[in-house]
């Protein structure tokens, strides 16, 4: 019998130059080494970064040596491909929720699995999470990812909404601003000029029966600060709709001692809104800097069915 949760990462990771935007680089590179990042090379590493990858196949110097970060700029102007293989095996049919969870990635994308589109991604600050049909995926997933330099699409949206004054000339190009990426990869007074492109943060495929959709948490104190609550809100996909519960432990992060810990039916629509009284005896207030401690508190969900227990996503919300 499958487990009720299964976490799987690409193997097998690609890399080389967009194939649908073939560039000239005449000049730049020799003609053996523009036909090596032309074919699909191994990755070195994972998580990775072209720059990574082509230093470390001896395509590039080291960008932070000498004068070398003048010599590969040509980089970061052009369209890049990652793809990796996501083997799922048979005990798919076994799982009702699939969510492919992208810790970052660097930062215009576009991701396929097995040729269909699945993602357009454009923030290098944000995660992403996928949620797939059993029927997309096969026992033997292509996950590709195709990246476009950003320089190219802040200068396409400078064009479109105006230049803007972005601080002073030692700063980068002011096309930046339109960009949710590291401003100094545009340059900055104290580091070089270096485009970032890559599936930087790791990527994970999680299977399971049932997940958390969403956990909230918010702290309420009285005026007097005699009465301390957690409110808490839950929300479930249980497809197939099992007869679930949820243990709920609140610990003192410093310590590990177990503050209140319950179990938690659920509602129609597999939702659960509760309330936790605490006194001053379980919990300690927070204190602004040099007049108290700061004290810090971990609530962790766990799924149960009558069958199994799953440990949940833990969101670590702070009190």
């Not at 576009?110 to 589109?117: A, L």
């Not at 026992?139 to 230049?163: D, M, Q, S, T, Y």
């Not at 492109?197 to 104190?221: N, Q, S, W, Y």
């Not at 971990?298 to 799924?303: A, H, P, S, T």
Request: charged share 25%.
């Amino acid at each position: 019998m499958p487990s009720t949760h299964r976490a799987i990462a690409p193997t097998q990771w690609e890399y080389r130059l967009d194939s649908s935007t073939p560039p000239t680089l005449d000049g730049i590179l020799n003609a053996e080494d523009q036909e090596r990042i032309s074919q699909w090379s191994p990755c070195s590493q994972f998580p990775t970064e072209i720059h990574l990858e082509l230093m470390k196949a001896g395509i590039i110097p080291h960008p932070y040596k000498q004068r070398n970060e003048h010599k590969v700029q040509w980089v970061g102007k052009q369209h890049w491909e990652f793809r990796a293989t996501l083997n799922v095996g048979s005990e798919l049919s076994e799982y009702n929720v699939c969510e492919l969870d992208f810790e970052g990635l660097d930062t215009f994308v576009t991701v396929f699995i097995n040729d269909k589109e699945i993602l357009t991604g454009d923030n290098h600050f944000l995660p992403y999470k996928v949620l797939l049909k059993t029927e997309q995926l096969r026992p033997n997933n292509e996950l590709l990812l195709r990246f476009a330099p950003a320089e190219e699409v802040a200068k396409a949206l400078e064009a479109k909404h105006g230049k803007v004054r972005a601080g002073s000339c030692n700063l980068g190009d002011p096309s930046r601003v339109y960009v949710r990426k590291m401003q100094a990869c545009w340059r900055w007074d104290w580091g070089l000029e270096l485009m970032t492109i890559g599936p930087d943060r790791p990527i994970t495929l999680h299977l399971a029966k049932a997940k958390f959709v969403e956990i909230k948490t918010a702290a309420i104190v009285e005026e007097d600060l005699s009465q301390r609550q957690l409110k808490v809100d839950i929300k479930l996909k249980n497809p197939e709709e099992y007869t679930l519960s949820c243990r709920c432990v609140l610990t003192d992060k410093a310590s590990g001692r177990v503050v209140k810990e319950d179990n938690i039916g659920f509602g129609e629509r597999d939702i659960s809104n509760f309330r936790w009284k605490l006194g001053p005896e379980d919990v300690a207030l927070w204190w602004p800097n040099g007049q108290g401690e700061q004290k810090m508190y971990q609530f962790e969900c766990i799924l149960t069915s009558e069958a199994s227990n799953a440990r949940g996503i833990k969101p670590n919300p702070s009190l």
